[in-house]
């Protein structure tokens, strides 16, 4: 473009000049009013990213929003033609929008892709969107193949190809077993950039039939698997030791190409014996600082945000201990098009002159088109005032009705850039945007800004006169700047008055009036001094002020730095503190404040409380002040202070204070400089220039300082450009597209001289451009817009004043604002460890989708149901907060046998990103809780009916309940224990043949596969039958009584050695005669010894009880007595007779244990226990 503007015409290069003053850009205030009314243009504010791959699962939302005055309407073309919307039912366009919604339900989506375009137009203009490419993503199968195994000698190379069919967007590859566990990867084996498994030399390890190559289609989230690979090695030949050679690149060379902006991978991976160690370096140069990292085990270089000096040659070098090798990779930085100065809306007035400029760059140049209002400005009517340079428009003498919109296309063959700028052609007269009358009040030697916003169209031109004046204020001490405000630096009295602003442009004039109040700084004219009083005595603390008449002063008291004590011994008067009665805890520094609705001063002094002495004490005062103050040795920036003590007052002089007056910046206000040492009566003092200095010296001794001496003669300096520059420079955003730098500004005395400004630059970390800079006064911030979100920039900030510039800044590093991350984490995967404890891992968000300073990853996960109540209710979400290197992490104290769901998402300083895909896992059985409740009901002479309810936590499918119970005696001893297995469906359970009262303690708890919970207890008494002791003991005190049970005895004892003889002879024993001669124990006479009733024989007390069942195998337990079929002669294994003898006549007798089983409670024959279960 220059070498054009090089043959221009002495005519042209004057009207260059001419347009550049006119081609400021009108800014159009934000205010309602003001906008109401003005026309504009169309500008498209949202449109849909120029690729957009769709979901085909759901609606295609393509977005196009725009603004103007008309409100535009909106129309579309596909594929360069006219989208008629109307002959497409499933295509709507949202209310006063050009959003387009395509409800793809029951339609194929690739119907819909296409190149579409979307046109906003009114009566001034139209602007175009850019060419958005539809494409629906798509995520093919594997297409079927048979893969013959892979049989290797040990220590040669080999190469797994994954080779995935192509998805859009393309696939992640990684490699797993059957169990979706990464296989192990080292610098020996690892993954290509191309998916590809390389092995630098194969391992007897390595022999394994899984190897699976997996690829995840990231738009759809499927994953697509390839047949298992089988891998053998033999070491019946194997390879020797061997220098590196490269499996990929090949050769010694190579050619990679990338784009500007991108981020660039070279890859290089060598087979060798031992395995290879591989390095990285730039030849003619270093790697980019700060912008490289290396991956896979060193095998990948990636450098980030490549520029054009990431060009050159990149050399890889593969060493082991045979040698090495060498492969250079020659990279390429192409660029496609971007913006170097976008153009920008230009508001003209008729008549006025100005410049569209499409600044880009690109590697190969791109090419700049223009276009009006849509269509190529060399199919447009020929316009005499408009001429287009390449890639500048200008624009002179425009006219009423010819704004319009224009696109500059920019493209190369890597991509191309759109931009739409209006010309809004306006004839508007001034508008004062302050209201009227306005009251500025500020304090003397400060600076005032009278505001006069405006508006107009051709730009109004803005006049101040102060009262009547007729003189123009452009002159010291006014300052006039662009936006319109009048600034006086150093506001004195004098400058209070009525100022009226003229806005003027050749439509009209218009004026507004704003008053200015210059008000007397407030000072404390005399400090409260140092005192040192007795204990119960009374101090008093001065404190004298001036200030404006006009305002209304506060008067406050602190005592180290808090309020007063609320005490009735302390009184605030106007002028005064006065404190009765002092005691050691009224010690400490009391500061007087003064303020008004403008400023504020203080000043501060110490009391000391000392004993009570019985005798009169020597008088200790204050020194009397220094006097005979003398300047010598003056010099630019520096002076000779000497000074006569006055009076000590008994009490020494600890200390000199030097205090100084600048009557130009802050008249009477005086301000500590300097302390000297008592002993010493001169001082050397440094100054500053621009300063209209006067000194004064204060003496102090332990009673206090003494009064001031009397002023020395003024001394000024003379004007310098700043020594320092302002401090705590720093830079933030408080938007996403924002970059805000603060400083401290520099005050009147650092300041040097007059016309005080600071010039603040800045440019992009790591980018090369130019410095930016603008210089702004009385402020201690700027604000840059339109920056990229969470972007490094150096700042620096630098002093000037009308005698020059400070020194050079220093440069620091800021960021611009944050904005919500917009990626999911992702490869979420969770594992269930056990029944309450999961695991979860994730893939980080790479650090360009965080958008902002990286801060962690939360993780979202909540109960949707239990796996056993099928109508339960999702929990509320709970929330773990992993941080930002975290890649994994577990979720504690899960509930057993549930249904979790869990999302995940990153956050920054700004807030939370999107929620990754939703993921569910199912946690483990568990050991359930116990009952939840257990009574014990029906109490009778032999039995208690038990009672419960299931556990509330059942954590799993109950698989049956233990239920275990012994007897107590009256002194809390346990008996025997016994068990009852009974099914996890019962919940009614009455135990018999139980003793009477008897206090029985009972055990319960449930169980599923895991195990079994927690035991629930409960303890119940059988009832007594009170006939029965008075019946048994008249029986047992008969004759006759005596007798037969003597008879019996005898009978027993014959039985018994017939039992012995058949038994030893082999034969059988009849169970019905056993019975007859057991008769009922209830009526078996006392004992004398214990007077309990005579049992039938030791076993008598482990009946089987009414309701238990038999084990679950069908099986009887061995009693512990010898009443068994085994000894009765029945055989080994417990069969019974053929006739069915023992079935009538042994069922429901003695069983010493209690069965287990899912029969009802009644009590069923051993042979139907049995058959229960066939």
Not at 527 to 541: D, G, L
Not at 759 to 777: F, G, L, N, P, R
Not at 813 to 842: H, I, K
Not at 1100 to 1128: A, F, I
Request: aromatic residues 8%; negative net charge.
């Amino acid at each position: 473009m220059n070498r054009k503007w090089k043959g221009a015409s002495c005519d042209g290069a004057m009207v260059l000049l001419l347009l550049g003053h006119m081609t400021t850009a009108l800014e159009v205030p934000l205010d309602s009013k003001v906008l109401e009314g003005l026309p504009q243009p169309p500008t498209i504010t949202l449109q849909s990213p120029k690729d957009y791959i769709i979901d085909p699962r759901e609606n295609i939302v393509i977005n196009c929003e725009a603004k103007g005055k008309p409100h535009p309407s909106f129309s579309w073309t596909r594929n360069g033609s006219h989208f008629d919307l109307d002959k497409d039912p499933k295509v709507t366009m949202k209310p006063s929008s050009g959003t387009l919604v395509i409800d793809i339900s029951g339609e194929k989506a690739e119907a819909y892709e296409g190149v579409y375009q979307c046109t906003a137009r009114n009566e001034h203009g139209t602007a175009v969107s850019n060419d958005i490419v539809i494409r629906q993503s798509r995520s093919p199968l594997w297409s079927k193949e048979r893969i013959e195994p892979v049989v290797v000698q040990l220590g040669v190379s080999l190469i797994l190809q994954c080779r995935p069919p192509a998805g859009l967007p393309p696939p992640i590859i990684f490699w797993m077993d059957p169990f979706f566990q990464r296989l192990p990867q080292n610098a020996r084996v690892s993954q290509a950039l191309n998916g590809d498994l390389y092995f630098s030399n194969v391992q007897m390890e390595d022999t394994r039939s899984d190897y699976i190559c997996y690829a995840r289609f990231p738009h759809t989230q499927t994953i697509q698997q390839k047949q298992p690979i089988t891998v053998k090695v033999l070491d019946n030949s194997p390879a020797g030791q061997r220098r590196p050679s490269f499996m990929t690149p090949k050769g010694t060379n190579s050619v990679a190409t990338v784009l500007r902006g991108e981020t660039l991978e070279l890859e290089c991976i060598a087979d060798g014996l031992p395995t290879p160690d591989m390095s990285w370096n730039k030849e003619k140069g270093d790697l980019p600082s700060g912008r490289f990292s290396f991956h896979n085990f060193q095998k990948t270089l990636r450098v980030t945000e490549v520029t054009e000096a990431d060009s050159g040659d990149y050399r890889c070098t593969a060493k082991n201990s045979q040698g090495l090798a060498h492969h250079v990779i020659t990279v390429m930085v192409k660029a496609a098009p971007y913006w170097v100065g976008a153009p920008r809306n230009l508001i003209l007035a008729p008549r006025e002159s100005g410049i569209l400029t499409c600044h880009v760059g690109g590697n190969p140049k791109p090419t700049i088109t223009w276009s009006v209002n849509g269509v190529p400005i060399e199919n447009t009517p020929k316009d005499p005032s408009r001429k287009v340079e390449d890639d500048t428009v200008i624009l002179s003498d425009v006219q009423t009705g010819s704004s319009a919109v224009y696109q500059c296309n920019a493209s190369n063959e890597f991509g191309y850039l759109l931009a739409n700028a209006f010309v809004n052609v306006l004839a508007e007269p001034p508008r004062v945007l302050t209201p009227p009358n306005k009251l500025y009040q500020v304090i003397a030697n400060n600076p005032a800004l009278l505001d006069c916003a405006f508006f107009g169209s051709p730009i109004p031109k803005i006049t101040w006169y102060k009262d009547q004046q007729t003189s123009i204020l452009n002159s010291d001490p006014y300052v006039l700047h662009i936006n319109g405000t009048l600034e006086i630096h150093a506001a004195q009295p004098l400058h209070s008055g009525k100022y009226t602003c003229v806005a003027t442009n050749y439509l009209a004039s218009k004026e507004n009036h704003v008053r200015l109040e210059v008000k007397e700084p407030t000072r404390i004219l005399k400090q409260p001094e140092y005192n040192v009083v007795q204990r119960n005595s009374k101090a008093v603390f001065e404190c004298k002020v001036k200030h404006d008449p006009t305002l209304t002063p506060i008067m406050s008291w602190l005592k180290d730095n808090e309020e007063l004590p609320d005490n009735e011994r302390f009184v605030i008067e106007s002028e005064s503190l006065t404190i009765s009665h002092v005691t050691e805890a009224d010690e400490g520094t009391y500061t007087c404040i003064m303020n008004t609705t403008l400023d504020q001063d203080s000043a501060s002094a110490v009391l000391t409380v000392v004993e009570a002495t019985p005798t009169p004490p020597i008088i200790y005062e204050q020194p009397d002040p220094p006097t005979d103050l003398e300047l010598t040795d003056q010099r630019e920036r520096s002076v000779q202070l000497t000074w006569t003590p006055g009076d000590e007052h008994n009490s020494p002089i600890q200390k000199f204070l030097v205090q100084y007056e600048d009557s130009l910046h802050q008249e009477e206000a005086w301000v500590n400089m300097t302390e000297v040492p008592g002993t010493k009566t001169t001082v050397h003092l440094d100054l500053s220039p621009y300063v209209y200095y006067s000194f004064r010296v204060l003496a102090l001794n332990d009673v206090g300082f003494s009064d001031p001496s009397l002023p020395s003669k003024q001394y000024r300096t003379n004007p310098a450009k700043p020594d320092e520059n302002p401090s705590e420079v720093e830079g933030f955003g408080i938007k996403p597209n924002n970059l805000v730098i603060s400083w401290k500004e520099l005050n009147g005395l650092q300041s040097n001289g007059p016309g005080l400004q600071y010039k603040v630059s800045w440019k992009q970390k790591d980018v090369d451009q130019e410095w930016i800079t603008e210089t702004v006064a009385n402020t201690s911030q700027f604000v840059v817009s339109d920056t990229p979100t969470f972007s490094a920039y150096e700042i620096k900030v630098q002093a000037e004043n009308d005698y020059g510039t400070g020194p050079t800044p220093e440069v620091v590093v800021g960021y611009s604002g944050e904005d919500l991350p917009s990626a999911a984490p992702d490869s979420v995967q969770v594992e269930a460890l056990n029944d309450t404890l999961a695991e979860v891992r994730w893939e980080p968000v790479h650090l360009s989708a965080v958008r902002g300073r990286l801060q962690g990853y939360k993780l979202y996960y909540w109960r949707e149901r239990s796996l056993h109540k099928e109508d339960s209710q999702p929990e509320e979400a709970q929330v773990l907060v992993f941080g930002e290197n975290k890649t994994d992490g577990r979720l504690p104290g899960l509930h057993p046998y549930s249904l979790y769901s869990l999302d995940m998402r990153v956050f920054n300083g700004k807030g939370e990103g999107p929620p990754s895909a939703r993921q569910q896992f199912e946690t483990p059985e568990g050991v359930p809780g116990q009952p939840a409740s257990f009574r014990v009901t029906e109490p009778s002479l032999d039995s208690l009916t038990l009672v419960w309810t299931p556990p509330e936590e059942e954590n799993g499918r109950l698989t049956l309940y233990t239920l275990r119970y012994q007897p107590v005696n009256t002194t809390s001893e346990l008996g025997p224990m016994e068990e009852i297995i009974l099914s996890p469906n019962e919940t009614v359970l009455t135990v018999s043949n139980l003793k009477y009262s008897t206090r029985y303690k009972f055990y319960l708890s449930a169980s599923t596969v895991k195990g079994s919970g927690p035991t629930v207890t409960e303890e119940g008494v059988t009832i007594m039958d009170e006939a029965m002791p008075s019946r048994q003991l008249d029986i047992a005190t008969q004759g006759w009584f005596i007798g037969l049970m003597c008879a019996i005895a005898l009978l027993i004892l014959v039985l018994l050695i017939v039992c012995f003889i058949k038994r030893n002879k082999g034969g059988k024993y009849p169970v019905k005669e056993k019975e007859d001669a057991h008769q009922d124990p209830e009526i078996q006479p006392m004992k004398e010894d214990d007077g309990t009733f005579g049992e039938y024989s030791d076993t008598e007390d482990h009946k089987p009880l009414k309701g238990s069942r038999t084990p679950s195998n069908g099986t009887v337990k061995k009693d512990d007595s010898d009443d068994s079929l085994v000894d009765y002669g029945e055989g080994g294994d417990g069969q019974f007779n053929e006739d069915g003898s023992f079935i009538g006549q042994y069922s429901g007798k003695k069983e010493k244990d209690t069965a287990e089983g899912n029969e009802s409670s009644e009590a069923p024959s051993p042979v139907n226990a049995m058959n229960s279960f066939v």
